[in-house]
């Protein structure tokens, strides 16, 4: 539900703020007072394309703002919930064209590009008019109708998840299938490389020690040349050697120790030294000992990993990834060389689960073929009443040509607005006057369902009593109620007989000082709703007469007549409950 727009610089309008509430509000005014200019904003908010030409003269940016309340609204939601948006039930929508065309488009505060707006758009708003598009005429949004006005919930989710489920067999049985195309060369291909890996026999973090020793092995000469430098100067020095000094220096500092105890820490610490250093001699002499082993094991090294990289090349891997190769192939070919026994399994899951979706299918086209005959027969009722008589409503369910997570169907709304004529697909509707009278019917007869009507966007009727006048445009009025009575609905109107059947009354005024013009809303008071009323009864002069006309048609219908215009209890204030409000606009 739309519960506050605010507008800046749009058009002729310089600022306006209007605060909104369930049930129906009508906005009416002079011809060129800049009524569907209200719409215009609401659907460029929503994501409608606009240029810099709606930003007002001499204005740098126009700017729409839009908030809607969403608690029963699981489309937006579920939009909002993909694209990781916050909210509490609530969700504003905010539009920026600046003067050079470029525009801007934000949700809940997240900037957003205006394709992805519009998505969430079409959840929030659903405008009806001669000139704008309608969803009514998309297929999709046809099927979606149908099935919520048939409560068709359970049966969706059922064929949904049983489309799931079948397509990832399918998609199981097709990967399987084309692994079983060259089973046996494959079959064979990993034969000969498991060999090869079984042959060799590796052992884990073999490779990286052999590459050591390797390194080691080439390098041998020099290490042996290094190693023998170091004994040489820390044990056979000709004059003396690092340990004999260092022996001495402790025979010394014992002999100071025993004058002065506070230097038999430092002895200590020589002492220490002393043995550190003789055990690192014998480790570099170990070391060299070991650079004289058998001189043939750098060429079995060199043999080992020349065959260890070989086979890594050919894989196009790192030796150390030899093993996790090894474990891959040896489960694949497991896996092909059980693949007879596998397919025939798949194909069996294949089949049952083809048979639940075909049968979850058949029971969701059979509800749906028994809504669409109750649903037709309404919304032909309801056009015999809107200026159409003789006109037919009917929806065509047929098989598809293929089935889907939406079901095995066709949903196609046709119409024939006139009698002997043929039904026609509703986006072939000649007369945009016919098609939103037709949009009216759809939505009274659909909001019969209680678990629609919470669910509905905010509905916007743009002149759709265009054409019609008289008793015809008393029953539009009547329906017009009827709908906002369980979803709220926005209608933009030039006939009396409509705007007096709205809970809430907005009158839009043009101004002009002679060197600008704005327009201005204004809601209207109960005793303003019977001038308004009588302005577009009586034309310029307003006589008493046309006054009292007007309240006339503003006092409550008869119980009777209440019931026949009405499809269920009211859910929002009596006709004459107080409008919306609006705050100051700041100019």
């Known amino acids: 539900m739309l519960t506050h727009i605010q507008i800046r610089d749009f058009a002729i309008i310089d600022a306006v703020e209007l605060e909104l509430g369930p049930g129906l509000t009508v906005l009416t005014g002079e011809t060129g007072a800049g009524k569907s200019i209200l719409v215009d904003a609401l659907l460029l908010a929503a994501g409608g ?38 909210h509490e039930g609530e969700c504003v929508l905010r539009r920026v064209i600046s003067s050079d065309g470029r525009s801007r488009a934000y949700v809940n505060g997240q900037a957003m590009p205006v394709q992805s707006l519009r998505q969430l758009g079409e959840t929030l708003v659903d405008v009806h008019g001669q000139m704008e598009y309608q969803s009514l005429v998309r297929r999709s949004a046809q099927r979606e109708l149908l099935d919520q006005s048939g409560e068709h919930r359970e049966l969706l989710s059922a064929v949904s998840e049983a489309w799931r489920t079948l397509s990832q067999v399918k998609d199981e049985r097709d990967r399987a299938a084309a692994s079983a195309q060259d ?89 220490e030294s002393l043995i550190a250093l003789r055990e690192g001699v014998e480790a570099v002499e170990r070391y060299e000992s070991d650079l004289d082993a058998d001189p043939q094991r750098q060429e079995w090294v060199e043999q080992r990993l020349a065959a260890m990289e070989s086979i890594a090349r050919k894989h196009r891997i790192e030796i150390g990834g030899l093993l996790g190769l090894q474990a891959e192939l040896r489960q ?17 899951r294949l089949e049952e689960a083809q048979r639940k979706f075909s049968a979850a299918c058949a029971k969701l086209s059979a509800a749906r073929k028994s809504a669409a005959k109750s649903l037709g027969e309404s919304i ?106 369980r979803a709220q609905a926005l209608c933009v109107t030039h006939l009396p007989q409509v705007a007096s059947q709205a809970h809430a009354h907005v009158r839009v005024t043009k101004l002009t000082d002679g060197k600008t013009t704005r327009t201005a809303l204004h809601p209207l008071t109960a005793d303003e709703r019977v001038e308004e009323i009588a302005r577009m009864l009586g034309g310029i002069n307003v006589t008493d007469k046309a006054r009292e006309h007007a309240a006339e048609m503003l006092r409550p219908a008869p119980s009777k007549s209440s019931a026949k215009a009405s499809a269920g209890p009211s859910k929002v204030p009596a006709k004459d409950a107080a409008p919306a409000r609006k705050k100051p606009a700041r100019r």
């Not at 290094?226 to 820390?234: K, N, S, V």
């Not at 690092?242 to 430092?266: C, N, Y």
Request: glycine share 8%; charged share 25%; aromatic share 4%.
């Open 380 to 485: 032909s009722a309801l056009m015999q009443t809107l200026g159409m008589p003789g006109g037919k409503f009917q929806i065509d369910a047929r098989a598809a040509e293929s089935a889907g997570a939406n079901g095995a169907d066709d949903i196609e709304f046709l119409v024939s607005a006139n009698p002997g004529q043929p039904p026609r697909p509703l986006a072939k509707v000649a007369s945009g006057g016919e098609l939103s009278r037709i949009s009216l019917a759809i939505q009274v007869a659909a909001v019969q369902t209680d678990a629609l009507a919470g669910s509905l966007a905010c509905l916007v009727f743009d002149e759709v009593d265009a054409g019609v006048g008289g008793g015809v445009a008393e029953i539009v009025g009547r329906q017009l109620r009827t709908l906002g009575e």
């Open 332 to 348: 694949e070919f497991q896996r092909l060389d059980s693949l007879e026994a596998s397919m025939a399994q798949i194909e069996k």
């Open 183 to 271: 089973r046996e060369a494959r079959l064979e291909l990993l034969r000969y490389h498991l060999s090869e890996l079984e042959a060799l026999d590796l052992k884990e973090g073999e490779g990286e020690e052999l590459s050591s020793e390797r390194q080691r092995l080439s390098q041998r000469g020099r290490l042996a040349s290094g190693a023998r430098e170091i004994i040489q100067l820390l044990r056979e020095a000709e004059d003396v050697s690092a340990e004999q000094a260092i022996s001495r220096a402790l025979t010394t500092a014992r002999h100071v120790g025993e004058l002065d105890p506070k230097f038999a820490p430092m002895a200590q610490l020589i002492e």
């Open 49 to 86: 394309r606009a240029g810099a030409e709606v930003v007002r003269h001499g204005a740098e940016r126009a700017e729409v703002s839009a908030t809607f309340a969403i608690e029963k609204n699981a489309a937006a939601h579920a939009w909002l919930s993909e694209q990781s948006i916050e």
